[in-house]
């Protein structure tokens, strides 16, 4: 072994360790402090002010190519000047997508809620992990409260639940604790613990359930597609037909997936009929309600999601419907003995030692595949004390009556058909000028169509008459 080397290695890291703070800016903490507040007033103007006015484009369209010589993306050996910094803050914030802008209907999230801003900057700067009470004391018993009031909005006076990075993520989960349930060896002995397994979901479900298939070793053939109905609706006879189907072919059914709001047409399948069959097969009944679980705040509209007490499982999104900002994911069980954790858990003794000072319980990692965690609590919950239950209920209603008021304009216009072929033109020019964004899909037998989204809460009658007018203008001349 070489002494002097290892002695020389040891004199620079003791010589490293005694220099200038390395999160300062040239040693001066005053400096790092003013550079975020400068960063904060260019978001306040640039993202907030302006992306949030209808008369601001939704986007600055570049090619692939030009747009990589303009922000000029390759990482080098030395750092920049502050001043470089905050333009290249500004050149990212002009290039990208602002999806608070009001004619930003492309996606199923969208708009600004000032509320749940200010919980995501928070929980930005704190950077912590939700796996343990004792780093995240505050946001083990925040999520909880948090979870408790979404699981009584579905009806469930108990029961447990978790966020998660995406509604994907939550379905799932679901699909594992299902089959864990059924056959608790898989957990140990894997596949081979497990006979040929099928679940059910109709054929407009998301398609995070027939990757979650794959994921899980299940594999694509063991999703039974059950058919829908002309709105888009499970039809629950046909899950009858096609579980007694899988049965005869030697499959065992486990879970059914009933979706509230599916991705394209918005449809709410009939969960009563639903529950009815899954407890007569002794199934596990997921609903797929990322989209349409916020609709369980309105009094008026609820009846859409009838039924979903009913559930096993439910995946929740408010950073849909409610803006409560990317990502809030939920996933509620109804479950009370700890499944979670027993299908989730390895007892890692780093981080969950049971000789703690206070109740282990509240150490809440080993309850996803995850280790660390993001929080994602603080936003939702900042939001819902600020605006109220009351004031999230005015939010779902609203968009419900201004996608109503929608159709009955679009009824009025020649030229207007609820299917059109022009979809794909229509949406390069609107992209292009940055006048609005709206996404669009073929649907079966259909062509393409623009599958409109209406969930920011600024939203207003004259922004849909906005949407119409410009797209008479954009397809004037086809």
Not at 95 to 123: E, M, W
Not at 249 to 261: K, N, Q, R
Request: glycine content about 8%; charged content about 25%.
């Amino acid at each position: 072994m070489n002494t002097d080397f290892w002695s020389m290695q040891i004199k620079y890291f003791v010589l490293m360790a005694d220099s200038k703070p390395v999160f300062s800016l040239d040693g001066d903490p005053m400096a790092a402090e003013a550079l975020l507040r400068d960063v904060f007033g260019i978001v306040v103007d640039e993202v907030i002010r302006k992306g949030t006015s209808a008369s601001e484009k939704v986007c600055e369209w570049k090619e692939p190519e030009e747009l990589k010589q303009l922000l000029d993306l390759e990482l080098r050996s030395q750092g920049e000047a502050s001043e470089q910094i905050l333009a290249r803050c500004r050149e990212v914030i002009r290039y990208s997508v602002k999806t608070c802008h009001p004619h930003f209907f492309n996606q199923l999230f969208s708009g600004l809620d000032p509320h749940a801003l200010a919980g995501r900057i928070v929980t930005e700067s704190l950077n912590t992990s939700q796996y343990t009470y004792e780093i995240a004391p505050v946001f083990v018993l925040m999520e909880e409260e948090v979870l408790k009031k979404l699981r009584a909005l579905v009806g469930w006076s108990s029961g447990d639940g978790v966020f998660c990075p995406g509604g994907s993520i939550s379905n799932m989960y679901a699909v594992n604790l299902a089959r864990y349930q059924r056959y608790p060896d898989c957990k140990q002995r894997g596949l081979r613990a497990l006979p040929p397994l099928a679940l059910f979901t109709s054929k407009e479900c998301h398609y995070s359930i027939k990757k979650g298939a794959a994921f899980l070793g299940l594999g694509t053939d063991s999703v039974r597609v059950v058919k829908t109905d002309e709105r888009g609706k499970m039809i629950p006879e046909d899950l009858e037909r096609l579980i007694s189907l899988a049965e005869a072919e030697g499959a065992v059914p486990f879970l059914v997936s009933a979706t509230s709001g599916t991705t394209v047409l918005g449809a709410f399948d009939p969960l009563e009929a639903i529950a009815d069959v899954c407890q007569r097969h002794g199934l596990w009944l997921h609903v797929d309600a990322a989209w349409g679980g916020s609709v369980l705040l309105s009094q008026t509209h609820r009846h859409l999601l009838d039924g979903i007490q009913r559930a096993d499982s439910v995946a929740w999104n408010p950073h849909k419907l409610l803006t409560a900002g990317l990502q809030c994911s939920a996933l509620l069980l109804r479950d009370t003995s700890n499944l979670l954790k027993r299908c989730h858990g390895s007892q890692a003794s780093y981080l969950f030692q049971q000789d703690k000072f206070y109740d282990v319980a509240l150490d809440t990692g080993d309850k996803v595949v995850q280790c660390g965690r993001r929080v994602d609590c603080l936003k939702l919950w900042l939001m819902w004390k600020a605006q109220g239950g009351q004031g999230l209920e005015r939010r779902v209603n609203q968009a419900f009556a201004l996608a109503w008021y929608l159709v009955e304009e679009l009824k009025k216009r020649e030229g207007f058909e609820l299917v059109m072929e022009v979809a794909p033109v229509l949406k390069e020019r609107m992209v292009k000028e940055g006048s609005m964004m709206i996404g669009y899909q073929p649907h079966g037998t259909r062509g393409n169509f623009f599958r409109m989204v209406v969930a920011n809460p600024a939203l207003t009658r004259a922004d849909m008459d906005f949407l119409l007018d410009e797209l008479e203008r954009l397809g004037q001349d086809l």
